[in-house]
């Protein structure tokens, strides 16, 4: 990889409540005000930007993207667009509010997909159909980039495809960053990392080890030489990667803090949420249920100062990186150097972890990476 790569470090907001514990009710339920006081902390830790997450039990993002933005002064804003649930000309009008109402700080999320009780809850009509969903979502981002850079003078931005037909599309106001903000693009089968190598800036994996990770990256550029291949288009990919952290002075008080998230959690639940991760179209979240499985013999460790012990518990990005400030930030070094740049971070409970990982971990890890000839901020 070539030196003076950017790379950077996200946090998370907790919009569906937070707590110190997996599998029981929240305890800090959802609130404006404990958003911006996660924010501010992150914002104060170091990170420089925050997912907000998408799914049926979570707040709007849009709205908490710009309660957000409207308590910082640099933190960005990761926010969803989850196409079939919004037309995409809408999407672009409310993304670029947000980029301007931050000064240019808004980031693009672009979601397919997610339990299919949870699309048919929200209407989207291809709930059982995982390839039409992206290829839907193809056409989402063409229509989406398309009109972000047209403008009125030329007539606007006409599209017809088979899911979306679009004359004079124009999105005022217009975005701030050009030729419009980053969008971040998780999927992991065949349909998925097609219209990442041909739409995504960032393209989003759940956190697997290293090797995995180096070999998802290897076929993510076969798809971008398809790409040129067919289209004579050349496109870069940044690549990142979305995880918990628990890090602690000494090893084993992380390790005692990992699992006292799941200490509340009882079997029964472990084995229902487990039974419905599996049970999903999603390539990714199969990935982490098979991580998840062969780990149990071995406490769940799937790598050094790796753990996927909270995967089946909550799903998604679970695996976690454990261990003293050294130790993590070693591992972090290592899948940079496997071509990693974006990581998106997040602990329980947020607010508290955000504080702790700043003060240990962020300051170690950006020296480490600075001193190999990387660009931190």
Same mark, same amino acid.
């Given at each position: 990889?070539?030196?003076?790569?950017?790379?950077?470090? #996200?946090?998370?907001?907790?919009?569906?409540?937070?707590?110190?514990?997996?599998?029981?009710?929240?305890?800090?339920?959802?609130?404006?005000?404990?958003?911006?006081?996660?924010?501010?902390?992150?914002?104060?830790?170091?990170?420089?930007?925050?997912?907000?997450?998408?799914?049926?039990?979570?707040? !709007? #993002?849009? %709205?908490?993207?710009?309660?957000?933005?409207?308590?910082?002064?640099?933190?960005?804003? &990761?926010?969803?667009?989850?196409?079939?649930?919004?037309?995409?000309?809408?999407?672009?009008?409310?993304?670029?509010? &947000?980029?301007?109402?931050?000064?240019?700080?808004?980031?693009?999320?672009? $979601?397919?997909?997610?339990?299919?009780?949870?699309?048919?809850?929200?209407?989207?009509?291809?709930?059982?159909?995982?390839?039409?969903?992206?290829?839907?979502?193809?056409?989402?981002?063409?229509?989406?980039?398309?009109?972000?850079? +047209?403008?009125?003078?030329?007539?606007?931005?006409?599209?017809?495809?088979?899911?979306?037909?679009?004359? #004079?599309?124009?999105?005022?106001?217009?975005?701030?960053?050009?030729?419009?903000?980053?969008?971040?693009?998780?999927?992991?089968?065949?349909?998925?990392?097609?219209?990442?190598?041909?739409?995504?800036?960032?393209?989003?994996?759940?956190?697997?080890?290293? !090797?995995?990770?180096?070999?998802? %990256?290897?076929?993510?550029?076969?798809?971008?030489?398809? $790409?040129?291949?067919?289209?004579?288009?050349?496109?870069?990919?940044?690549?990142?990667?979305?995880?918990?952290?628990?890090?602690?002075?000494?090893?084993?008080?992380?390790?005692?803090?990992?699992?006292?998230?799941?200490?509340?959690? !009882?079997?029964? &639940? %472990?084995?229902?949420?487990?039974?419905?991760?599996?049970?999903?179209?999603?390539?990714?979240?199969?990935?982490?249920?098979?991580?998840?499985?062969?780990?149990?013999?071995? !406490?769940?460790?799937?790598?050094?100062?790796?753990?996927?012990?909270?995967?089946?518990?909550?799903?998604?990005?679970?695996? +976690?990186?454990?261990?003293?400030?050294?130790?993590?930030?070693?591992?972090?070094?290592?899948?940079?150097?496997?071509?990693?740049?974006?990581?998106?971070?997040?602990?329980?409970?947020?607010?508290?972890?955000?504080?702790?990982?700043?003060?240990?971990?962020?300051?170690?890890?950006?020296?480490? &990476?600075?001193?190999?000839?990387?660009?931190? +901020?």
């Amino acid at each position: 990889m070539a030196k003076q790569t950017k790379v950077e470090f #996200g946090w998370f907001i907790p919009t569906n409540g937070d707590g110190r514990y997996l599998g029981v009710k929240p305890e800090r339920e959802p609130s404006p005000q404990y958003f911006v006081q996660v924010a501010q902390a992150a914002e104060r830790a170091g990170y420089e930007f925050a997912l907000i997450p998408a799914g049926g039990d979570c707040w !709007d #993002g849009w %709205i908490v993207g710009s309660w957000v933005a409207a308590s910082t002064t640099r933190l960005k804003p &990761l926010v969803a667009v989850r196409p079939g649930l919004l037309t995409p000309g809408l999407a672009a009008r409310i993304a670029a509010t &947000l980029d301007q109402m931050s000064g240019g700080r808004a980031l693009i999320n672009v $979601v397919t997909g997610h339990y299919p009780e949870d699309l048919k809850a929200t209407g989207d009509p291809l709930y059982g159909d995982h390839d039409e969903r992206y290829a839907r979502t193809k056409e989402f981002l063409d229509v989406l980039t398309g009109v972000w850079q +047209t403008s009125a003078e030329s007539g606007g931005f006409h599209y017809e495809g088979r899911h979306y037909r679009i004359e #004079g599309g124009v999105c005022k106001p217009s975005v701030v960053q050009r030729p419009y903000p980053p969008l971040y693009f998780g999927g992991s089968s065949p349909a998925g990392k097609r219209v990442a190598a041909e739409m995504a800036d960032v393209y989003l994996m759940w956190t697997e080890p290293v !090797d995995w990770i180096r070999e998802q %990256i290897a076929e993510m550029r076969r798809y971008l030489d398809e $790409v040129e291949a067919e289209k004579g288009v050349k496109r870069e990919l940044r690549y990142g990667i979305r995880a918990q952290i628990v890090v602690r002075e000494s090893e084993d008080e992380a390790w005692e803090a990992a699992w006292n998230i799941l200490s509340k959690a !009882d079997r029964k &639940l %472990i084995d229902e949420r487990e039974k419905r991760h599996a049970n999903t179209d999603a390539v990714g979240q199969k990935r982490q249920m098979e991580l998840f499985a062969g780990a149990k013999n071995k !406490d769940y460790l799937i790598g050094p100062n790796l753990w996927s012990g909270l995967s089946a518990v909550r799903g998604g990005g679970g695996v +976690t990186f454990v261990g003293t400030p050294e130790q993590v930030s070693d591992r972090i070094v290592e899948f940079v150097e496997a071509g990693i740049t974006s990581f998106i971070l997040s602990g329980y409970p947020h607010l508290e972890e955000a504080e702790i990982s700043g003060k240990l971990f962020l300051p170690l890890v950006k020296r480490k &990476l600075a001193d190999k000839g990387y660009s931190v +901020t």
